[in-house]
């Protein structure tokens, strides 16, 4: 009777085995939407629009975007969760979406990776500081030494409470001592015009969120948040180079995510695609005109870095009693 119970379950995972390799291979058999909390023209959706023209093809279905964005990503994460799990809705989100949300909103008791699984990493951005092109400060140590001079006198912006920017502030003046006032802005194009009249005097900084600025000869990179150089910006040192803090690293990754439960054979599939589709040349050469560092993470890759930055990002957040509640 044991024997005949063994058979029988091993008969019935076998057949369940077969099943999910069978799905996977039929993959997608309709069109895929891609929510993202991103708007329209932002770097993260020119890469999910290059993306998924890719996959598109290689999949001959189509991929549809949607962008939703606003409250604070929850209308993306929302729109997404009402997906079923089978890899025909998938969501874009960074990694403070990820990891600094459990965190910002703790009333809502939401924690992002209890409700979807990592499937497919797409790219990491750096962060550079920036000043005005007048600025006095030419280096990191210019500015740790006047914020030093003056506790709470120093103005930094970011795009918003709880933004790499923000929390990588946060993460700068626990390193060293330092207090400065943050102001938040809703605007990215606002926020750069103000420090190039240095009516704001820092704020850290993607390349695409700042270019234009930067071209018109207003901004300049005192340093990257990084612990190598970054060769679009050859010249521009490192933290460590710049006189700050070695060990500060403000980065941000983007990935894509599928609600909870994808059969294993359908996220490998994905993950496997975009990997090939990330690896394509007109993608890899957009990436470099934004600094773009390409991933191929597998999903557990991606589960272990989201744990790493919601260590830093909790310690961060408590530190600065951070709610965006």
């Known amino acids: 009777m044991n024997f005949s119970r ?25 069109p895929v939407t891609l929510v993202t909390p991103f708007a329209a023209g932002s770097g993260p959706d020119a890469v999910l629009r290059l993306v998924s023209d890719k996959l598109s093809r290689l999949w001959n279905q189509r991929v ?54 990592p499937v497919a990493s797409l790219f990491r951005t750096p962060f550079f500081v920036a000043v005005g092109t007048d600025s006095k400060w030419k280096n990191m140590g210019d500015l740790i030494a006047a914020a030093k001079a003056n506790p709470d006198g120093i103005v930094y912006g970011s795009w918003g409470v709880g933004s790499p920017g923000h929390l990588g502030a946060q993460q700068l003046e626990a390193l060293t001592g330092i207090r400065m006032r943050h102001a938040p802005y809703r605007e990215v194009s606002q926020l750069y ?17 700042s270019q234009g600025i930067y071209k018109a000869g207003k901004l300049r990179y005192i340093t990257v948040a990084a612990t190598k150089r970054i060769p679009q910006m050859p010249d521009v040192p490192t933290m460590a180079e710049a006189g700050g803090p070695a060990s500060l690293e403000v980065n941000s990754f983007v990935s894509l995510l599928a609600p909870k439960g994808v059969p294993a ?9 975009v990997a090939k589709v990330i690896a394509d040349p007109e993608i890899r050469a957009r990436f470099d005109t934004f600094a773009f560092e390409p991933l191929a993470w597998s999903p557990e890759e991606i589960e272990r870095n989201a744990e790493a930055k919601s260590k830093v990002y909790g310690e961060l957040v408590r530190r600065g009693n951070i709610s965006l509640e």
Not at 7 to 21: C, E, F, P, V, Y
Not at 193 to 209: M, R
């Open 6 to 30: 063994a058979l029988l379950t091993g008969l019935l995972a076998l057949t369940a085995t077969t099943g999910a390799l069978a799905q996977a291979a039929d993959y997608p058999s309709k």
């Open 64 to 117: 549809v975007i949607d962008n939703r964005p606003g409250g604070g990503g929850f209308i993306a994460i929302d729109q997404a969760r009402r997906g079923a799990p089978d890899g025909y809705t998938l969501l874009q989100l960074d990694s403070e979406h990820i990891a600094a949300l459990p965190h910002l909103y703790k009333s809502r008791n939401f924690v992002t990776l209890q409700h979807f699984d």
């Open 193 to 209: 015009s103000n420090v190039g009249t240095s009516e704001v005097p820092w704020a850290f900084a993607s390349i695409p969120s």
């Open 265 to 273: 054979a359908i996220k490998a599939k994905i993950n496997a695609d």
